[in-house]
């Protein structure tokens, strides 16, 4: 006269809703994971171009030095935006899903719990269908197994309700975590990609305003330069015969010349900054 | 009476120019190339992702099922869009970079042979040097090696010439490259993040119309649906001593009715793909 079934499909179904769960939060917890780190790497490729144009820039002439030291300028507040996207993923994504799964084992404490009520109940439903078989007319012993059974139904019953209540609690919350976790994301994904197409125009805008004409002709005067330059030093510093035309020593000749050229772009570059918004981009 | 020093200043500024482009245009390939990779990455991770939250999707019920397969396109679609960014990077940044390399050994080639021609000129001048302190008095020798301090010197200076032109004509070409080799970059890396933008905000449409509260109803249902079943079958397979109770076996119960919702989300899905630009994504 008790039916464990119906609660057993319940059970059930909260099993599968929380195996599915503790299954794809987790999978999805890992990838997501997985994503962040992949991002953090290509922020560091990025960090490095960033440092080797820097440096590619001190070797140009003022027009392109100036330009790439502008240029490298947004291509780090680009980093900038991707590594806020890497602490917000981490923050609003990873964190969430980790969380979830402890909620998960929590939840798995609760079925265990239900389980262990309903078993109770098929446990004293088969010794009453055993002693009806075994001992008909022992009316005493049924009475009592008959209230057991009737004891362990209404605990059951009372689970139930409770079981119940903690599906529609557990659903309602995992619908709403997903909806949040996958919308956090998305805000994080968006608010780089804006900020980046941002940066990224302005960059354009750097290497479209590049005026190779005036640096060609930088380049040709600093030749003729070095072309009439007759007064320089002896011969035997030419080293005709080095297996190296192009060693570090060769370099020192041209050092005082230099040195000028480099307090002219400082000055650019002084006026350059005064132009320029470093609020914009976001500090690590 | 002639001067190899201004000729020796030019190549020198050339041999640095050359050497530096090597050595910056070389980070910048592989820098560029790793950078592109790790966007390769980014994209398994994102695919992987999109394959988890289908499968997840299908363990769901209609409403969000049809929400995390709608946000499941879009996040595939941003994936697309990855893969075009990958193969423009490779294809207008790290080629160009690549065969810039070959353009700078071929330099190399011309530059030692201004070195050979400027370097027997710078012989033939200390040739005659020594045959000056040597035999002083010997004028058919001395006028021999003048002769060919001469010739030299005309060979130097009609190579000097074409060096001039040559240092000329590598600068401006370096100078174009990479105004336009950093522009295409600039340019792929925009048109990426203008398509995830756009992705990503439908994307956040999506996940904003969900209907959590159609979706509890859905599982009420389905719960009562299940508490009221009586007739499915018998106490045994209920098997509740198992220990895997979320076993394949137990899902097959609902096979009839899970199999009648599907053929309604298919109905769904058709309508929303008819509503959906397919060519607004690049194929793979």
Redesign the interface.
Known sequence: FF???????????M??TV??AEK?FG??CT??A??TR??A??RD??D??VK??L??AN??NPE?RS?MKR?AEELAKVQDYRQAEVERLEMKVVEPLKRYGVQLKQMRTEIKRF?SV??NE?KQLEKLERLRQKSPSDRHTLSQAESNVHKASVDASRTTQQL?ET??EF??QK??D??KI??DF??V??VF??K??EV??S??QI??D?D?ER??ED??A??HS?????D??P?SS?N??SSL??SSS??S??STPQRQEESEYDAEEHRLQDFSDPEEAPTR
């Open positions: 039916s464990p079934l119906p609660r057993d499909s319940q059970v059930r179904i099993e599968t195996a599915n794809y999978l999805f990838l997501m997985a994503y992949k991002t790497k290509l490729k990025s490095l171009l080797q144009i440096d590619y070797t140009e392109l330009t240029f389980n309903r078993n098929i119940e599906i529609d659903q309602k619908l709403t997903i909806q996958f919308l998305v805000t994904e968006m990609h804006a980046a197409l990224y125009s960059a354009f290497l479209t590049y190779l640096d060609m380049f040709r600093k030749l070095a072309s009439g330059n007759y320089a030093r011969v030419t005709p015969s035309p192009w060769s370099q000749i041209h």
